[in-house]
C-alpha cells in the first residue's frame, strides 16, 4: 500500500444541525439526504430528468437526458431553452418582479438595487447593442470588467443572444488578456475605463489598449465609465457603454438554443505555460449551479445572500450570476477589498444589508483571523444563517474560527469542493442534514459519484488516501478545452479508465466524507510515506502563532524528499529559530515525526493566484533553491515572490 498517501491528522469534533435549522430547511436529515443520495446515483439521468423539469424554463423539451459518449456528453439534447431568460423573465411574471435580483455597493460606497424587472431591461438593450455591433449566436465576447451589474449585464446579454462569453477577472493584467483573447478568437471586448480597489483605481481600458496592440481580430471596444479615470479613446474601435444605450431598444427576445448551446470558456491556468479554455454549455450547467445554489445554501425567497468571490471566477459565474439569478435570489454584490477602509469592511457590509447566506474562501478567513476579532466583532453579524467556504481545504482552526466568530455556533457552515471544469459544487454539506466535521466538505452532492480510489480506479478503504474521482458524467460538466480536444482527453479521463480525474487527492474517513489532501501534484514524498499537504498545514496552523502555512518537499539526498513549511505568522508574533523548533515539535506531536518539517521558514506573505490559492509550485521551486521558471502569470503579488527569493532561512 506505499503507493497510497498516508492520512494521520485525526479530528473528532462533530456538528450536528440544530433542530431549528432542519425544520425549515429543503432537507432535513442526513436519512432524508442519504435516501434522495442512494436514488439519485442510482438512476442519475431520472434525478437530473425530475430537476430539470422542476428547477428549468423549456422551450421546447428534450428528447434524451444523456447522451454519453465517453469523453463526451450531451445533456437534454433535442431540448431548447436561454440561460437568461431563465434567470430573468421568467421572474417577471408574479412578485418576483419587483424584487431586489443585485444590490451593489461600491468600494467608495455608492449603493445601487436593480430588482428583476430593472435587470431585465438593461439586459435586453445591452444585448441590442451587442446586435448592433453585428455580434451574433456563437461568436466570442471578451468582458474584463470590475465588481459592477454592468459585468452581469454584459454575461447575460451574450447568453440572451446565444453569443460565448469569457470572462477576464479584472486583476489579471494586458498579457493575460491577450492570450485570451487569441485562443477565444473573439471580436468584441466589454471593459471599463476603471475599477475601485483598496482606494486606488486599476487601469482597466489601458489594459486592454496594451493587449490590442497589434491586434487585428478585435473591432470593437465597449466602456464602461465607472470610476472616471483618464482613458484614450481609438476612433472606430472604442464607444462608451452609455451611449451605445442611448440608440437601441429595450425590447430583445431571448435566442432558443439547443441545451448544448456554448454558453461561455472559462480560462484557468493549468500547471504549464499555456491557460486552458474550460468550455460549459447551457441546459446542463443551468441545472447543476441552480439546483447546488438551492439545496447547499438551503436557498429561501427572503435571503440576502452573498458570494465574495470575483465574477471572474468560476465561483463568481455559478454562484453570483447563473445559479442564485435562475432561482430568483436577491445577491449582494461588493466592487472592493475586504480590508478598505478599514478591516471590518464585509461585516459592516453583513450588518447593512442583513446577509444572510455567506460565501467566501478560506484564504479571506485566514486573513480575517490574522487581522484580529475586533473587526468582526464590532458589528451585528445576526442575520447570517448559512456560511460557506470555497478554493482550498480550510484548516479545522479556520473552520472553528469561522464557526464561532462569524457563524455565532450557530450557521452550519457548507465546505464546498469543486472546480472551474465541475462547474456546480460535488461535495459539500447540506445544511439541516449533514453533521459538519471542521475540515471536510463531507458528502457528495445528489447525483454526483465522487470516489477515492487507486491508479486502478479500485476504491480504497477508509483512511486510505488516493485519486478523487467523478465515476458518472453529471450535468454542468466541462464539454471540453476550447479548441484542444486532444488536451481535455488526456487531462481528465485518461488518469484512470472510464473516470473523470479531479488532480486532487483525497481520504474518505469512516462516515464516507471525502477529505481533500491537496492536489496529486504537490504530495510529497518522504522516506518512501507519501504525504498530503494539507495536514501538515493544518496541523501547522493549529499553532496560535501560525496564520497560514504552506508545505512543499526539497529534494533530500537521504529521504527522498525533504519537507519545507513556509509559515506567515500572525499579527504580534515573532520570527526566529526558537519559534521554528517549536512549530516543528507542534507538527511531529499532532501528526508523528514522518511529517516533521525539516525546514520552517517565515514569510510575510505567500504566492497566491488571484482566487487565494497557494502556489505551491513556485514554493518548491524556492525551496529546491532553483529559479522560479514556470508560469507565473497568475501570481496575485509580485512582490511577495521577490521578497521569498530573499529571504534568508530562519528555522
Ligand atoms: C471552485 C474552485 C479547483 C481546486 C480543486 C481543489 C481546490 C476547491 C475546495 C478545494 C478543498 C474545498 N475552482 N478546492 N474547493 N479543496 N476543499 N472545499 O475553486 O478550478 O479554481 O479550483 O481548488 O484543489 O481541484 S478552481
Redesign the pocket.
Known sequence: MSNNIESHLVENRVFKPSKVFAKTAHISSLEEYQELYRKSVKSPERFWAQQAAETLVWRKKWKTVLAWNEPYAQWFAGGKLNASENCLDRHLTGARRNKAALIWEGEPGEKRTLTYQQLHREVCKFANVLKRHRIQKGDRVIIYMPMCPEAVIAMLACARIGAVHSVVFGGFSAEAIKDRINDSQARLVVTADGGYRRGGVIPLKRNVDEALKDNEQIEKVIVFRRAHNEISIKEGRDVWWHREMEYVKADCPAEELDAEHPLFILY?SGSTGKPKGILHTTAGYLLGTAATTKYVFDLREEDIYWCTADIG???GHSYIVYGPLCNGATVLMYEGAPNWPEQDRFWRLIEEYGVTIFYTAPTAIRAFIRWGDEFPNRHDLSSLRVIG??????NPEAWMWYYTVIGGSRCPIV???????TGMIMISPVPGATPLKPGT?TLPFFGVDAAVVDDQGNEVPPNVGGKLVIRKPWPSMLRTIWGDKKRYRKQYWSEIKGMYF???GARRDKDGYFW?VG?IDDVLNVAGHRLGTSEIESALVSHPAVAEAAVVGRPDELKGQAVVAFVTLKQGEHPGPELGDRLRQHVAQAIGAIARPDDVRFAEGLPKTR?G?IMRRLLKEIAGGGQVIGDVTSLEDFNVLMRLRGETKEG
Open positions: 484557468t471566477w468560476i465561483t467556504t470555497v478554493g482550498e481545504p480550510i465546505d464546498t469542493w469543486w472546480q472551474t471544469e466538505a479531479s488532480g486532487d481533500i492536489r482566487s490559492k
